[in-house]
């Protein structure tokens, strides 16, 4: 009697793994993380050509020079910058040279699927040449990213400025590269 018993259960058990299926895997679907071109608690390093044209003392004033900059965003959005120019410039028949250092808000609208940033500036510095003076200044630029820690960029400050040694009045426009940390 335990033959037959233990016969039927062993078929039994043959039959219900037969009509059991197939074992399925799950498939998992990894997203790879989007790809940022523009961070919060991003810094830059700025290195590029500067111009300048503009009114000084009520005479046209024209110069071309280097900028240095560092910017720090605090957001993807918001951020603060300061750069240096030093440039040679041609006033009433000479040439002097001028250094101006300017600190600004930055704020920029990132477009990630274009790599590219518009950005607004406002703030305001110094110039000093034959005389020291301060400024004002606003501007707007574009922050290209070839890579993530490589851009282009182009911008143009208006400076605006009034002190005994005259009215300074000037579009200050720079390209260069920016290295980003």
């Known amino acids: ?58 005479s046209s004033s024209e110069s071309i020079g280097g900028n240095l900059g560092v910017n720090y965003f605090f957001t993807r959005y918001l951020g603060v910058g300061i750069d240096n120019s030093v440039s040679g410039y041609g006033h009433s028949g000479s040439v002097n040279a001028t250094d101006r250092l300017q600190a600004d808000i930055l704020l920029r609208y990132p477009i990630e699927s274009l790599r590219l940033a518009p950005y607004a500036m406002v703030g305001g510095g110094a110039s000093w040449d034959t005389v020291s003076q301060g400024n004002g200044n606003v501007g707007l630029g574009l ?37 980003v940390f």
């Not at 074992?23 to 810094?43: G, I, L």
């Not at 290209?144 to 009045?169: E, I, K, M, P």
């Open 143 to 179: 922050d290209y990213r070839v890579s993530q820690h490589v851009g282009l960029f182009g911008d143009c400050r208006w400076l605006y400025g009034n002190s005994s040694a005259g009215v300074t009045t000037t579009a200050m426009p720079r390209v260069g590269v920016r290295l």
């Open 1 to 58: 009697m335990k033959k037959p018993v233990s016969l039927l259960l062993l078929v039994i058990a043959a039959a219900a793994t037969s009509f059991a299926g197939t074992e399925s895997a799950s498939k998992k679907v990894v997203v790879a993380p989007a790809s940022t071109y523009f961070h919060a608690n991003e810094w830059q390093v700025d290195v590029a050509v500067v111009g300048a044209a503009g009114t000084y003392q009520g």
